[in-house]
Structures are given as C-alpha cells and as structure tokens.
C-alpha cells in the first residue's frame, strides 16, 4: 500500500528523488517518491536476497534485482531513464567549426546544463504528482549525475535509498531488461537542438 494520499499528504512527508546514470552517463534513471514508499520498495527488494543496500556494480546477481523489482507492486513511485548520450553532444560541439576550439570542460558544462534543463522537464509531472516543485526537492545523487542536476540550480546530496532504486532501473535499460513501470524517454534531440540554439550551429 503507498503512503497515504498521495498528491494530499503532508507538507511535513519527505518527497525522495534519486538519480544515477550508466553506460557512461549515456543514461540517466530517476526515481521519485515519498520516503515511505521508497523504503517499502527498498526493503523488499533487498531482503529476499540477502542486501543491505543497492549498489549494482558490486552484486553478482544484479538481474535478481530487477527480476524483484518488476514483480514488486511499484506503483507509488515514479520512475523515469532518460536518455541523454553526452559522448555524442560532445562530438556534435567539438567538431562543429564555432566550437572545436573551445575547452573540453567548458564543452561539458553547456551539455550538462542543457541536460538538466531537459532532465527537470521531463521529471517535473511526476515532481508536481506529489505536490511538490523543484524548490521543494533536493536530489540523491553520485559524482556522474551531480553536474547535470546541480547545473540548473536544484539542490543535491549524497545517496541514499532513492538512488539505490535508481541505480537498478539505470542498469536494467544498460542491460536491455528495465523495470515494468519505468517510463522511457529520449532527450537527445531537445539537447542538441538547445545546443544548436545556443551557439548557432
């Protein structure tokens, strides 16, 4: 059963997100949910198999996780994999002919900035199903998704159970199994056209 009424509870209910990427941040997976929800669903994927926490480059029986997740009833929360590929914005922007000549770290910081522009679009339905806007959210975090949440201004920490969550559904789409209730968007062309725009490619 989810926390009690969803878009109606308290002020007071932690709203949880999470982000984590994979296959070199060419994907990044988001989950959103109240806290008590996220820890329900945590805490029945990891019991049956014997975890404390989610961390799928050190477990060996990662599509157990999955499997768990997809049987699991995961409808309170709202999660999301988006795919952003920032090796290919990085091509497009280092062999254009206005911008081949500009840093590689300056390179990266337009993409990851468009990124989250397009990343906080796509995510703020399931932000606003919980009554909730971005001010209200701080995001859980690691050091590959940090630069395109921070870029626009939301706040971030360190990981905790939200990104457990996340870190499953971004290896499942990199492993072609995702979870059931995963919704999937490709933000590429909406990158690249901001890109474009902004430095009139």
């Not at 929360?77 to 062999?95: G, T, Y």
Request: overall charge positive; hydrophobic content about 35%; glycine content about 4%.
């Amino acid at each position: 059963m989810c926390a009690e009424g969803m878009q109606l509870t308290s002020k007071a209910e932690e709203l949880c997100v999470g982000a984590d990427a994979s296959d070199n941040a060419k994907f990044i997976a988001i989950v959103v949910g109240w806290s008590a929800d996220i820890g329900r669903l945590h805490k029945q994927v990891c019991a049956p198999l014997g975890l404390e926490r989610i961390h799928m480059r050190r477990i060996r029986r990662r599509s157990e996780v999955v499997e768990q997740m997809s049987r699991l009833d995961s409808s309170c929360l709202r999660m999301h994999c988006l795919h952003i590929d920032r090796r290919e914005q990085f091509a497009m922007l280092s062999h254009a002919r206005k911008t081949s000549r500009m840093g590689k770290s300056r390179i990266y910081q337009n993409i990851d900035y468009y990124a989250g522009i397009e990343i906080k679009r796509e995510v703020s339905p399931s932000v606003q199903y919980f009554g909730r806007d971005w001010s209200d959210v701080t995001v859980e975090v690691d050091d590959d998704t940090e630069r395109p949440i921070k870029a626009t201004g939301v706040q971030t920490t360190r990981p905790g159970l939200a990104h457990d969550l996340a870190d499953a559904v971004a290896w499942s789409d990199h492993a072609s199994t995702p979870v059931k209730t995963v919704r999937q968007a490709s933000l590429c062309s909406n990158i690249e056209m901001r890109l474009r725009k902004r430095f009139d490619l």
